[in-house]
């Protein structure tokens, strides 16, 4: 019997008797796979018999018309159930309790249930440590009644005090005294107070707004200044940027003015030679056209043909030469990039953010083989001065004898020869063209400069092998039939 468990789609095949009843086989199906007892289901028999649906567990195997050799397939299926929680009691709004009266009948008590307002504060007693739940025994369970209010007891009509009255008199008099017969009175001192015009409320409300409006054009005015200053600022601010942009775009169309007539100057790359390229071919197109169109007769256009001819001759050389000099340019730089790269110190990291620059052995002897190749390369050096700096590249390569550093000191030993003949400058051009790419090869050697392990394309290993070879050396068999 094939046995598939759905929807996982595991199965398993057993071998059982005709004999057995579907309960037994769910009984020991459900031991095997450790799942709790009427949790597992056949339904969907095919093969030898088909039944559709669920099985009967009282049914035998032999009761569906299958015989000791037939093979069917049962689908199983797992009813996984989860218990559901019980739901939470609520408390109704009025209990209604049976009890015994004094006369000992039963009688019916409603208890009217208050439901809390607020949290009960923690006063003491009882806290659950897993539940959290608290047991209240210094708070009491029902609601306090509210006091009555209180006699104000701390006021002073409540109080013992003693009343008295007392007169006073000021210490200054005064007294008005008009003249008459008998008495002389000066006016030398008196002022005569003249009223003026009677100011009313309106008046005093129309003044304040006058002042108001007074005071509001002031500050008007200063909001409007201050806003004037913000507009003046921001004007000349936004024409500054604008001028500094317009002098930007100047400079740059003068740099890429400059660039590109350096470009064709004084090419460098493949893109500059593909331009001076793509130039000339369409000044060629545009001059044959020019010929080709004009009026005169074909000897002429022949003759004019020939100089055109004669002068892209003349700027494909050039064009050739500055090829050249970019190529020596170029080579100058890359063996230049190189060899800083070599002598550049070590730079480690550390944890507080800061870097240490270290000097190792190698990287001090890739310093000192660069200075020797720029000692070899400098133009213009008087006799002495090249002797010097030919005697310590020899120190330096005599101590290693191989093909390379003999070779190299044998043009040393020619060059210093022809120096002490005073021969002229341009007879050194070849010789020392030839001991500078030897050196070089010199420091491209690991084995007599460590660093340039590092900028070997091809490991050292492969060279050694005896049968491996670069493709070009490879001789190419042509094919037979």
């Known amino acids: 019997v094939d046995f598939v468990i759905l929807p996982e789609g595991y199965g398993q095949t057993k071998r059982l008797d005709i004999r057995s009843s579907i309960a037994e086989?769910?009984?020991?199906?459900?031991?095997?796979?450790?799942?709790?007892?009427?949790?597992?289901?056949?339904?969907n028999m095919t093969g030898a018999a088909e039944v559709a649906g669920n099985l009967d567990p009282a049914k035998r195997l032999y009761e569906f018309g299958l015989n000791p050799t037939d093979k069917i397939g049962v689908e199983l299926r797992i009813n996984y159930y989860q218990e559901q929680?019980?739901?939470?009691?609520?408390?109704?709004?009025?209990?209604e309790i049976s009890l015994r009266d004094a006369a000992g009948?039963?009688?019916?008590?409603?208890?009217?249930?208050?439901r809390p307002t607020q949290d009960k504060p923690y006063l003491g007693g009882y806290r659950h440590k897993e539940t959290r739940s608290e047991y209240h025994h210094a708070f009491t369970q029902t609601p306090r009644p509210q006091q009555s209010g209180q006699t104000v007891k701390y006021h002073r009509e409540c109080?013992?005090?003693?009343?008295?009255?007392?007169?006073?008199?000021?210490?200054?008099?005064?007294?008005?005294q008009m003249p008459k017969s008998g008495v002389y009175i000066p006016t030398l001192d008196d002022v005569i107070a003249i009223p003026e015009p009677y100011f009313s409320s309106a008046d005093l409300a129309a003044l304040h707004l006058e002042k108001a409006v007074v005071i509001q054009c002031h500050a008007r005015g200063m909001f409007a200044r201050k806003r004037a200053r913000q507009l003046r600022s921001e004007r000349m601010a936004r024409n500054e940027f604008l001028e500094q942009q317009a002098e930007k775009r100047r400079l740059e169309s003068e740099l890429r003015h400059k660039r590109e007539i350096e470009r064709r100057m004084h090419p460098k790359t493949y893109e500059d030679f593909e331009v001076l390229y793509s130039e000339l071919e369409a000044w060629r197109q545009n001059e044959t056209m020019r010929i080709k169109e004009s009026g005169f007769d074909e000897e002429t256009k022949h003759g004019a043909l020939r100089q055109?001819?004669?002068?892209?001759?003349?700027?494909?050389?050039?064009?050739?030469?500055?090829?050249?000099?970019?190529h020596g340019h170029n080579r100058d730089a890359k063996i230049k990039k190189m060899l800083e790269a070599m002598s550049k110190p070590r730079v480690w990291a550390?944890?507080?953010?800061?870097?240490?620059?270290?000097?190792?052995?190698?990287?001090?002897?890739?310093?000192?083989?660069?200075?020797?190749?720029?000692?070899?390369?400098?133009?213009?050096?008087?006799?002495?001065?090249?002797?010097?700096?030919?005697?310590?590249?020899?120190?330096?390569?005599?101590?290693?004898?191989?093909?390379?550093?003999?070779?190299?000191?044998?043009?040393?030993?020619?060059?210093?020869?022809?120096?002490?003949?005073?021969?002229?400058?341009?007879?050194?051009?070849?010789?020392?063209?030839?001991?500078?790419?030897?050196?070089?090869?010199?420091?491209?050697?690991?084995?007599?400069?460590?660093?340039?392990?590092?900028?070997?394309?091809?490991?050292?290993?492969m060279y050694q092998q005896t049968a491996v070879a670069p493709l070009s050396t490879v001789p190419i068999k042509p094919v037979t039939s």
């Not at 086989?25 to 339904?43: G, T, Y």
């Not at 009948?105 to 208050?114: D, F, I, L």
């Not at 494909?316 to 970019?326: E, F, G, M, P, V």
């Not at 720029?374 to 310590?392: A, I």
């Open 25 to 43: 086989i769910r009984k020991e199906l459900e031991a095997e796979l450790s799942i709790p007892e009427d949790s597992l289901f056949l339904m």
């Open 85 to 95: 929680p019980a739901e939470e009691y609520v408390m109704p709004d009025v209990l």
């Open 105 to 114: 009948q039963m009688k019916v008590v409603s208890v009217y249930v208050e």
């Open 159 to 176: 109080q013992t005090y003693e009343y008295r009255t007392r007169t006073t008199q000021t210490n200054r008099d005064a007294g008005t």
């Open 308 to 326: 055109l001819l004669h002068k892209e001759t003349k700027l494909l050389q050039t064009i050739d030469r500055l090829k050249i000099s970019a």
């Open 350 to 461: 550390q944890q507080d953010g800061e870097t240490t620059t270290v000097h190792t052995p190698f990287t001090t002897r890739a310093k000192e083989l660069m200075d020797l190749y720029n000692g070899l390369r400098l133009p213009l050096l008087s006799v002495d001065e090249r002797l010097d700096v030919l005697l310590h590249v020899k120190w330096t390569v005599k101590e290693f004898d191989c093909n390379l550093t003999r070779e190299i000191v044998d043009l040393i030993d020619r060059e210093a020869d022809m120096l002490n003949r005073g021969r002229p400058e341009k007879s050194f051009k070849g010789l020392r063209g030839r001991l500078a790419n030897l050196f070089l090869q010199f420091i491209e050697t690991p084995e007599f400069n460590p660093e340039a392990t590092r900028f070997q394309r091809v490991p050292r290993e």
